[in-house]
């Protein structure tokens, strides 16, 4: 790995971006077009926020289970506005066996036509309600201006899938996913402060009702949609022929949910923390947690690193002992520091001598000298520390630019230039949205979870507005 | 689900499988050819096996990362036999993003040409090396006679792929995942006791230098392939121009390994145990380990129940209480007797008022009474007892099916007939294999791990053998 500084964040966000991205060994581009492929410390990641989402999913009452990657053109063509949405971004497999299929099958870009022909089977009565079931898989939809993690051609996500006998509760558990299960996860394991809202019509899931959405604020000043949950209403049981028989003896069509978080997280995860020198992980994620770093060619150090070490991690923390004898102490600092460890743990002979070590936050850089016998009980708390520093950080991040504009031209100047979120009062009206869009790039963000006058007037035409819209340029 | 009778094993065990995945709830076929829907019950014992492979492979000091689902055909072709042993088994995409694609992508069948293309990026001094890597992926492979779980168009699993600066190093790595890895995950968690060997040059992986592999016995006296881990010399590293600077400064090509299990074992697992009865799991991978049914319609037992199961689920046991009041007790015992969950609890008002319940073992039928106060405790070491006495059914059913014939006439008629392993010298022509093949369908399933003379002469032409082979006819 080179030394050489990373691009400043301030000059080349993009830039920054992908070297830290190719420099951390996350993940690299593929042959193929938008393809990537997720480097062991990219996919240790991925792992953690996947225990995180499903431990959430499960504990809410969903079962994993696993659908076909193939779907048959005719069953993906039964509802038609999903299928319009993802027609430009399809994979086909038209050969296959040796010879051309008579019927070419997609490479699923979403399941909910999978999910939904099959519960015709498999709901009957009153009884078989609710399904609420949920599958980890990859998706693929055509991409030509891929991103590592934020766009590529194919992606791994969780995908619930859920059927209900009232739309109360089809609302009820869109809800509880995006609080339950996405929020709690976000905030609290990946310490990102979100919003959670509802999408305007123009920024809603093809095929959706209503789509609710977690929105995390970059340090670009640009904002990431991290997760959406989806309220359907009856329109895929309706266009799968799906009914149950309920209490009273009458057929009934359920109701449905879809939500979705994908790899995209990682990316949120990067530019939500990340600062010049390289990554800062939250410890909640992070693949090593603590590194030890002997200093100096010293017998004394070399013996008592690797009982530090094995010390810590015998008090439940993931660390790693940096014992390469070809790379000197200051090129491995900075290593670490670019791949966002969130403790650093320095012992040279003095400290040896005087029997401490010191550790160094990654993410303030602080240093603290510690007794070398009270260290392994301390690293815990002291990862607790950087995980809520990190939240706290972003959050104070986040305020400081949200806007709540006087006026239309202050509104358009800051969501254009400076970057960051306007919250204001909206119509409700599409043509606004547009002209908003237009000139400044940015779209809205989400709307509040629950419908409502905001008791003001639309900041870009006066009349009178509905609610009160979240504004920024996005990912 | 009907309570039908199954179909008896030995009547029609093909249908008596298709009728137990069916019923019991654990996959079903998709619209598209050759594909499943993998059902709850059945993810559930995919997720059990999954954690216990994945825990293993962890502890043997492999690390997870993830390679692209598609693969530009330059890039397949660059190893011959391996493209030329999975060519008729392809799906090729040839459209995507609205346009015909100008170079075709295959749909993984395996990943070894994407890991070797990469790792020529990766590897460049024998400090990179070993590089210990494995994914969880689908892969697709057509399949003109599709069956649930055995033989799918697409199936779940891990390949691990490593490469290593010397022989003795990847070929000590495949013995470690051989031994450490998969018999110890099938043996201990699905109960299913294996066979370890090598296989012969006409059933060895297209590519690999040496195929080893884990036999098991099904209940219809058939041998199923568990798992296989592949030496695969300099083959790749040859193919893919990977090479590295030794510690002398020489260049050098790394060996390689591959390995993987799959969806299969699930296959494996249900005809391994299974019964008339249907489903016997192992309670390592049980969705659900113990049901508590209430007996007779009694306000005491409706509340007893919930209590006794929560109090079963403290002690870390996943207990389910059915309390369905549509269906009655005998009813449900047949169905928890198909789905195979290792104890039934069953408490009726007698029951309750003698501070009883009675505890049904699902694979000896055994019943017996214990008190209420003492069940919860009791119940991991029954499920301990049943999870023992599966593996020791299992060993005694493939021990009362191998034999070893005193002429090849016995071994034929065996093989052709009666069903299992004959174990007999062989002299390592490929023409007695085939000979065999032809004449009673059974294919040579194992060799012994290390090469060796048996000291004895070929069962089928009697000329000096090399080694011990084990026949069977496969799934």
Known sequence: MSTNA??????????WYAAVVRRA???????????????PDGFAI???????????????????????????????????????????EVAVVTRAGGEELAEPLVVRPTSEAQFWSTYAGWIRSYRDLPLLYNQWANVVRWEL????????????????????????????????????????AVERVLAIPVL????????????????FTLEALMRDGKALQSATSHYLGQRFSEAYGVTYTDAAGAQQHPYGTSWGASTRLIGGLIMAHGDDRG??????????????????????????????????????????????????????YHEWELRGVPL????????????????????????????LDRLPGLVGGMLDEVQASLFADALTFRDSRTLRPSGYAQMRDFLAVAGGMAVAPWCGDAACERRVKDETKATIRCLPVDRGWSGGDCIVCGRAATEEATWAQAY
């Open 6 to 15: 990373l691009p400043r964040q301030s000059d080349d966000f993009p830039g």
């Open 25 to 39: 060994e996350l993940a690299e581009h593929s042959p193929v077009r938008g393809s990537m492929v997720i480097r």
């Open 46 to 88: 991925w792992e953690a926020v996947r225990s995180a989402l499903d431990e959430r999913i499960k504990a809410t009452g969903h079962r994993n289970l696993y659908f076909p990657l193939f779907v048959p053109g005719d069953v993906l063509q039964r509802e038609g506005e999903l299928v319009e949405g993802f027609a430009p």
């Open 145 to 184: 201006r891929p991103r590592l993690f934020l766009r590529t051609t194919e992606f791994l996500w969780q995908e619930g899938h859920t059927a209900h006998a009232t739309q109360a509760e089809a609302m009820a558990e869109v809800l509880r996913i995006l609080h339950e299960v996405y929020a709690d």
């Open 196 to 211: 959670r809202g509802r999408k305007s019509a123009a920024e809603r899931f093809p095929g959706a009702v209503e789509t």
């Open 279 to 332: 990554l800062r992980l939250p410890p909640a994620v992070a693949p090593v947690q603590a590194v030890v770093v002997p200093v100096g060619n010293d017998p004394g150090v070399a013996e008592a690193a690797p009982s530090l070490c094995a010390a810590i991690r015998a008090a439940g923390v993931r660390a790693h002992l940096d014992d390469r004898d070809h790379v000197r102490p200051g090129a491995k």
């Open 344 to 371: 650093r743990i320095e012992l040279g002979p003095r400290d040896l001598a005087a029997g401490r070590a010191v550790v160094v936050r990654r993410d303030s850089a602080a240093r603290r000298e510690t007794s």
